[in-house]
């Protein structure tokens, strides 16, 4: 792992750093308060390569890889986390779709995603009962003729109102047989699909513009063709999915800790106490210098988790330990952020409570921190 960047990374970071400072940053606090991330910002993305970052040229991505990836959803998640995570579902969707689907479903769907002429890819793997267990997902998919048909309602979906289309899990194995993780199969679901209804947005503490939807299936008929990847193989793609998705939240969380740092330092050197400026004291010293050590030290860590799985090696503990890292890191940031800012931090004015508000998801959402350590004691310890 090389620590100093190509001029192909170097150039993607700048792209989304300019796009996020110009087109997206002065509009974040909008962003949060109306709950919504304006359409010319989604397609601005699209035109600037960043909804299909790792997916191949030919099916109209950016073939920029997982490091580019990962520094490019630093920038965005720094001037909006909303924004981020709308953008890192999409990439999350195109390269599931890029890495199983068919001749076929690569080139009908890639480029829409990576175009934003869909505005957005979602994944449909969670539901009320089945969070940190997906294995006790409830929505089924049988066969019927030669089309497939799902029943069951999904929940947490980001993106669910404005998705194009939704990879959907359902169990498809015997219920005799195929319990838990086994019996698990992936669809295409194309948004507008009779039987796909899209349920009401849920009123969140954070990520306030982007919008997180139950879905549910009803007798919806989809083709045979929109059966992604293989019959009752479906659990693998999800949990690889997974591991990618987590570089993308570590890189989210980076980029929220690294907007909450910038903004304390300059108002440690604007503030004044007891005749002083408040970042000459060593008490604001110190947190700003925990800041920085443990952004950097997030950033080593997903910047490795990225070259290794850009590499083709394994990368699943690394992802995990990147992603659980970053995101408590995260928080212990936006923290100290919010303490910096004083009374000003607890209120609308200043962006550090935003930050506070979106920061609190980063260790749930693709994995809980529980389930982080999880994986990563499962593999340091090997099978039993
Ligand atoms: C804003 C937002 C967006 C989301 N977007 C999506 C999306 O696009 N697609 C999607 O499919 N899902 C999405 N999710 C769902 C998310 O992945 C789940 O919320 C998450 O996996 C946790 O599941 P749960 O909420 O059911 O919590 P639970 O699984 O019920 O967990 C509750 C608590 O118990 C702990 N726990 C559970 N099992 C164990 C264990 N074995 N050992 C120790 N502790 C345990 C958990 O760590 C947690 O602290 C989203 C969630 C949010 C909040």
Redesign the pocket.
């Known amino acids: 792992m090389h620590l100093s960047l190509t001029e192909a990374q170097t150039l993607v970071q700048k792209t989304a750093r300019d796009f996020a400072a110009r087109a997206i940053a002065p509009k974040a606090a909008d962003i949060d308060k109306h709950g919504k991330i304006p359409v010319e910002i989604i397609k601005g993305l699209g035109e600037v390569g960043l909804l299909a970052v790792n997916v191949p040229a030919g099916l109209g991505g950016s073939e920029a890889g997982v490091v580019s990836y990962a520094l490019a959803m630093q920038e965005v998640a720094k001037a909006c986390a909303s924004t981020a ?1 709308t953008m890192a ?1 999409t990439n999350m969707v195109g390269e599931v779709i890029a890495k199983f689907g068919t001749d076929a479903q690569k080139t009908y769907a890639c480029p829409k995603l990576a175009s934003a002429e869909w505005l957005a890819g ?5 539901e009320t009962g ?4 997906p294995g006790a997902m409830r929505t089924t998919a049988k066969k019927d003729g030669d089309a497939f048909v799902l029943d069951g309602e ?6 669910g109102p404005y998705a194009g289309v939704f990879v959907v899990w359902a169990r498809t194995g015997d219920p005799a047989t195929h319990k838990g993780t086994r019996g698990i199969s992936c669809f295409l679901v194309e948004a507008g699909t009779p039987g796909l209804r899209v349920g009401k947005s ?1 009123d ?1 503490m954070g ?1 306030r513009g ?1 919008s ?1 939807s139950s879905l549910s299936f009803e007798n919806c008929r989809v083709p045979e063709s929109a059966l992604l990847g293989e019959w009752n193989g479906g659990f693998k793609i999800a949990m690889m999915a997974l591991d990618g998705g987590r570089i993308g939240i570590s890189s989210q969380a980076i980029g929220i800790a690294r907007a909450a740092l910038e903004e304390s330092i300059v108002y440690a050197k604007d503030r004044k106490a007891f005749d002083h400026a408040i970042g000459d004291f060593q008490a604001v010293q110190w947190k700003l210098a925990d800041m920085k050590r443990d952004i950097d030290a997030a950033h080593l860590l997903s910047m490795r988790a990225a070259w290794l799985k850009e590499n083709g090696k394994p990368f699943s503990r690394e992802a995990s330990m990147a992603k659980l890292f970053a995101s408590e890191m995260c928080n212990r940031v936006v923290n100290h952020g919010v303490q910096i800012h004083g009374g000003y931090g607890y209120t609308r004015e200043f962006a550090a409570e935003r930050h506070l508000r979106d920061a609190r ?1 980063t260790t ?8 982080q350590r ?1 994986v990563i004691a499962r593999n340091v310890l090997g099978p039993s």
């Open positions: 995570v579902v979602a994944f449909a793997l969670s089945a969070g940190s267990d999904k929940m947490w979906i980001t993106s849920e969140k990520l982007s997180t998801v749930i959402y693709e994995g809980t921190s529980e389930v999880i």
